[in-house]
């Protein structure tokens, strides 16, 4: 396939993911300008491993394996300093805008208090996938994904309902 | 349970029909960053270039000497050894390219890319300590060859026996402590990262 049509095919199928993808970077960044070098770096990993893509695995399966290892291994800019309390206002305004409702606020909020491969199995829970997909996905037991679902529904049900 | 089913779901349609401000672009080409395993790939290419560097450096010499016969075989066996050191350190780091970030499951990827920078840093750091104290005997031998012109006209000199035998047991092992001092500043914390992540996903959470 010549390289624009890949491209183009390529974008035509990041935006049909934007809205997970765009949920993963809220799940691993704690602000707009990490979620957006986040998202970038998903792009990024995405775009080279591409080739790569057989199509054994939906597209949408495959970014979000890249999405999450990307995700996991994320790290912030450390040169990223909070100059002043205006800053984090507007922080504060973006993240309002940045959910609809209260609930989905909570809800990430709640996720984001988990650990970060504990966000991976549940953001994959949420997503629909089976126990099975999920440990096959993080690389352990279905056993073991089944007891960790069940043990971070409790948490997040126990979070949400603290609110 | 039912209502976070719902409520991601609905981020979702949200996020679909919104892009996060800032995020526009999409072109993959235009999007450059760090990203943990990049930097880590990044720093393990750095010690391939600075290989490269001390490559360049032995040429120079071979150069400088050309008429020297001698001196040539003593630069070139030296060169050797860093053309080893290039063979192994780029046979690793091929092999992490190849290891595809994103074909295995998560946690075999990052096991995989974690033992195989440990492979590299152990490797570097034995021929390390192999190769400073060989470059202070090359050193030494290279001046006797220059001043008396061949290896069967040398006289050692007892002057530079004692500075080269001070060196051995002062600044040699004082490098080699600093080859790995500044291996552990440059890939402790990355490694660390990667290490945590394997290990929350190796937690039996029975």
Same mark, same amino acid.
């Given at each position: 396939?010549?390289?624009?049509? =890949?491209? %183009?095919?390529?974008?035509?199928?990041?935006?049909?993911?934007?809205? $997970?993808?765009?949920?993963?970077?809220?799940? $691993?960044? %704690?602000?707009?300008?990490?979620?957006?070098?986040?998202?970038?770096?998903?792009?990024?990993?995405?775009?080279?491993?591409?080739?790569?893509?057989?199509?054994?695995?939906?597209?949408?399966?495959?970014?979000?394996?890249?999405?999450?290892?990307?995700?996991?291994?994320?790290?912030?800019?450390?040169?990223?300093?909070?100059?002043?309390?205006?800053?984090?206002?507007?922080?504060?305004?973006?993240?309002?805008?940045?959910?609809?409702? =209260?609930?989905?606020?909570?809800?990430?909020?709640?996720?984001?208090?988990?650990?970060?491969?504990?966000?991976?199995?549940?953001?994959?829970?949420?997503?629909?996938?089976?126990?099975?997909?999920?440990?096959?996905?993080?690389?352990?037991?279905?056993?073991?994904?089944?007891?960790?679902?069940?043990?971070?529904?409790?948490?997040?049900?126990?979070?949400?309902?603290?609110? | 349970?039912?209502?976070?089913?719902?409520? &991601? +779901?609905?981020?979702?349609?949200?996020?679909?029909?919104?892009?996060? *401000?800032?995020?526009?672009?999409?072109? *993959?080409?235009?999007? #450059?960053?760090?990203?943990? @395993?990049?930097? @880590?790939?990044?720093?393990?290419?750095?010690?391939?270039? &600075?290989?490269?560097?001390?490559?360049?450096?032995?040429?120079?010499?071979?150069?400088?000497?050309?008429?020297?016969?001698?001196?040539?075989?003593?630069?070139?066996?030296?060169?050797?050894?860093?053309?080893?050191?290039?063979?192994?350190?780029? +046979?690793?780091?091929? !092999?992490? +390219?190849?290891?595809?970030?994103?074909?295995? /499951?998560?946690?075999?990827?990052?096991?995989?890319?974690? #033992?195989?920078?440990?492979?590299?840093?152990?490797?570097?750091?034995?021929?390390? #300590?192999?190769?400073?104290?060989?470059?202070?005997?090359?050193?030494?031998?290279?001046?006797?060859? !220059? !001043?008396?012109?061949?290896? /069967?006209?040398?006289?050692?000199? *007892?002057?530079?026996?004692?500075?080269?035998?001070?060196?051995?047991?002062?600044?040699? *092992?004082?490098?080699?402590?600093?080859?790995?001092?500044?291996?552990?500043?440059?890939?402790?914390?990355?490694?660390?990262?990667?290490? !945590?992540?394997?290990?929350?996903?190796?937690?039996?959470?029975?």
């Amino acid at each position: 396939m010549p390289e624009k049509a =890949q491209k %183009d095919l390529f974008i035509e199928k990041i935006r049909e993911s934007a809205g $997970y993808l765009h949920k993963v970077t809220a799940l $691993y960044a %704690d602000c707009r300008q990490d979620r957006e070098d986040l998202y970038q770096e998903i792009i990024y990993q995405a775009w080279k491993s591409f080739p790569a893509f057989r199509h054994e695995a939906t597209f949408s399966t495959w970014i979000y394996r890249v999405a999450l290892n990307t995700a996991l291994v994320f790290r912030k800019k450390e040169n990223r300093h909070r100059t002043n309390s205006l800053d984090e206002i507007q922080d504060q305004a973006e993240e309002n805008a940045f959910f609809i409702s =209260q609930e989905q606020k909570a809800l990430m909020a709640a996720i984001k208090s988990l650990e970060k491969v504990d966000r991976l199995i549940i953001s994959l829970h949420l997503e629909g996938y089976q126990n099975n997909e999920i440990a096959k996905f993080a690389g352990i037991s279905k056993e073991n994904a089944a007891v960790k679902i069940h043990r971070i529904k409790k948490v997040l049900t126990k979070k949400l309902k603290e609110e | 349970m039912e209502n976070l089913f719902d409520s &991601w +779901k609905s981020l979702d349609e949200k996020l679909s029909r919104e892009n996060m *401000p800032g995020s526009e672009s999409l072109d *993959p080409e235009k999007i #450059q960053s760090g990203l943990l @395993l990049n930097r @880590l790939s990044q720093k393990l290419k750095l010690g391939i270039y &600075w290989t490269l560097f001390f490559m360049a450096g032995l040429l120079f010499v071979a150069a400088y000497n050309l008429k020297n016969f001698q001196i040539l075989i003593m630069v070139g066996v030296y060169f050797l050894i860093f053309l080893w050191n290039l063979a192994l350190t780029g +046979k690793y780091y091929r !092999k992490i +390219k190849r290891n595809h970030l994103f074909v295995k /499951d998560t946690k075999t990827m990052l096991e995989n890319y974690y #033992q195989r920078v440990l492979d590299i840093l152990l490797f570097e750091r034995i021929w390390g #300590q192999f190769v400073i104290p060989m470059g202070l005997v090359a050193g030494v031998i290279y001046h006797h060859l !220059k !001043k008396f012109g061949s290896f /069967d006209l040398i006289v050692i000199e *007892p002057i530079t026996l004692i500075g080269a035998g001070i060196l051995m047991v002062t600044i040699v *092992p004082l490098v080699i402590l600093w080859v790995g001092w500044s291996q552990k500043i440059a890939f402790k914390e990355d490694l660390e990262a990667l290490r !945590k992540e394997i290990n929350s996903l190796s937690k039996n959470s029975r």
